[in-house]
């Protein structure tokens, strides 16, 4: 299972961005789907996730800005990002939990490579 991340660039304060995570490969169910972001010399901090239900979550210092989707079908996920801001810029990471088989599989989570997302003031 690979999971491509797009759609990051430099855009200015209060500017919008569209990421979007596409996942390809033999996969039997889909569980969550999330973004996650990693500034320069900090951890990797969740930002939001959407459940099988669409049920959503987000991190506090985004809400009302951000809003997370997927579409389970062409297995992907998107994080509209509105009213960005400098403390946003990072490199954005999508995830998925993933079991690749009917029974007897795991769930695993799977990383995309990341897509670099600079605000400048």
């Known amino acids: 299972v690979q999971l491509q991340a797009s759609g990051g660039g430099l855009v200015q304060a209060g500017g919008s961005l569209r990421l979007s995570c596409a996942a390809s490969?033999?996969?039997?169910?889909?569980?969550?789907m999330g973004w996650y972001r990693q500034a320069p010399g900090k951890q990797r901090d969740l930002v939001a996730t959407?459940?099988?239900?669409?049920?959503?979550r987000y991190a506090d210092s985004i809400k009302g800005r951000f809003t997370i989707s997927r579409d389970s079908a062409k297995k992907m996920v998107y994080l509209q990002m509105n009213n960005l801001q400098p403390e946003d810029t990072a490199v954005y990471f999508c995830?998925?939990?993933?079991?690749?088989?009917?029974?007897?599989?795991?769930?695993?989570?799977?990383w995309g490579q990341g897509t670099l997302v600079t605000v400048s003031s």
């Open positions: 995830a998925l939990d993933g079991r690749r088989f009917a029974s007897g599989s795991p769930w695993i989570r799977y």
């Open positions: 490969g033999s996969i039997f169910a889909i569980g969550d």
């Open positions: 959407v459940t099988s239900g669409e049920m959503s």
